[in-house]
């Protein structure tokens, strides 16, 4: 018996493209079977059948163990929504099994579960109820769950009025609270604003820090690099790596990137020196605590690792603040600081950000590597993101910059990580 969260073993998806409806839902489903009827006869007997097999999965098998947080990556038609429907119970594998050990929470599609003329109220207790939540249970925690939604004006309205992102915000935030042991979120996140999906990842990294195991597939490859622990890549329904974020990520972006060359005659960009590239970025606050959420006035710090050794003794790692609105207020950079030059195999720089002159909201940074003012080895744009949560100027005593006359420089100082 399998001590992991989860253990898929030779997993298999078969579809059949242009197969007949098997029984008839509605009369008139009914009469145009019986129209077709013939002219399907017809096409099985002569070998001309427009059936086809098709293979969403074959043959994956991996584990996942318990407080593990899976990214899964992949192009369109891989099979990754395959593999989750799979896992959720929602349809059943052709070959293969998998077996979930403990309370499973899925968050698939947007608005899944939820009836377009019942209110968000009566929502929160149909979706918590069919995602296995007790009445009791749902009384307690619904108070947190329409505040993490941000929906209090909102939660007495029917969905149907509900955008796409308030629909989203309100499906996570309740597969959110379930409190599973293992939770499965697919490509929905980025219908939210940046504010939410900054809380979202905050969620998923405290689920993270609190032993849950989280399965998440995404397009968003820096998230994938922020939150997860390890990640897997499908392509044609086949498991064709298994291992870091950093190494997973880069080999699909390699893949990506080559095969859109091909595809437009494009030249061959120039690749970094060795395989130079940006590995993992991660943000403490001023006691050293993992965390995405800052108050006005917190120092925080910044930390980037790369990997890859460095030829030159003149290269930096720089970094821009974005807001809400993709704009870039502020910056910084390692360089001219002759401290930060160093030629190891592992780079790990570290910022000391502060004190944040900044209003509440949702903030995202910007990274890139490489030689001062002359060529850019490895970038990651929005690679992580965070929260102002609180802007007390007579608790913290510093003032708030106003965004809105341009570029300033924060307070920070640069060193070289342990």
Request: charged share 25%; with cysteine.
């Amino acid at each position: 018996m399998s001590s992991d969260a989860i253990a898929i073993e030779r997993l298999g998806k078969r579809y059949t493209i242009g197969a007949a409806q098997v029984g008839a839902a509605t009369l008139g489903e009914s009469l145009a079977s019986w129209v077709k009827a013939p002219w399907r006869r017809f096409t099985h007997l002569s070998g001309r059948s427009a059936e086809t097999q098709f293979w969403a999965l074959s043959d994956v098998s991996f584990g996942v163990a318990s407080g593990e947080v899976i990214g899964i990556v992949g192009p369109n038609g891989a099979g990754k929504s395959t593999l989750l429907k799979i896992l959720s119970r929602i349809t059943p594998p052709t070959t293969g099994y998998a077996d979930l050990t403990g309370r499973v929470s899925s968050l698939l599609e947007v608005g899944t579960g939820f009836h377009p003329e019942l209110t968000g109220r009566e929502n929160i207790f149909l979706n918590g109820a069919i995602l296995g939540m007790y009445r009791a249970e749902i009384r307690r925690k619904f108070d947190a769950i329409v505040a993490f939604a941000e929906l209090e004006r909102f939660i007495d309205t029917p969905v149907k009025h509900y955008s796409s992102g308030m629909f989203v915000r309100l499906a996570f935030s309740v597969a959110a609270h379930l409190d599973p042991e293992i939770l499965i979120v697919d490509e929905v996140l980025s219908v939210g604003d940046l504010h939410f999906r900054n809380r979202c990842l905050g969620r998923m990294q405290d689920l993270r820090g609190e032993g849950r195991t989280v399965l998440f597939v995404s397009h968003d490859l820096t998230a994938v690099r922020q939150l997860c622990t390890r990640a897997v890549m499908l392509d044609g329904g086949r498991l064709v790596d298994d291992g870091t974020p950093s190494d997973v990520t880069r080999r699909y972006e390699r893949q990506h990137h080559s095969a859109a060359r091909s595809a437009t005659g494009a030249a061959d960009r120039a690749q970094p020196p060795r395989g130079y590239h940006l590995r993992r970025a991660e943000l403490r606050n001023g006691q050293g605590v993992v965390t995405s959420r800052f108050d006005a006035g917190d120092v925080m710090e910044i930390h980037l690792w790369s990997s890859g050794r460095a030829p030159e003794n003149s290269y930096t790692a720089e970094f821009k603040l974005l807001n809400d609105d993709d704009q870039v207020i502020s910056y910084g950079a390692a360089n001219p600081v002759r401290d930060t030059y160093y030629r190891a195999d592992d780079q790990h720089f570290v910022c000391r950000l502060g004190p944040l002159p900044l209003t509440e909201g949702a903030y995202s940074l910007t990274f890139s590597v490489g030689v001062w003012n002359v060529e850019r080895w490895d970038a990651w744009t929005k690679a992580i993101g965070f929260t102002i949560e609180r802007c007390d100027l007579f608790r913290t005593g510093h003032g708030v910059a106003n965004i809105n006359d341009g570029d300033f420089v924060i307070n920070q100082e640069w060193l070289i990580g342990s």
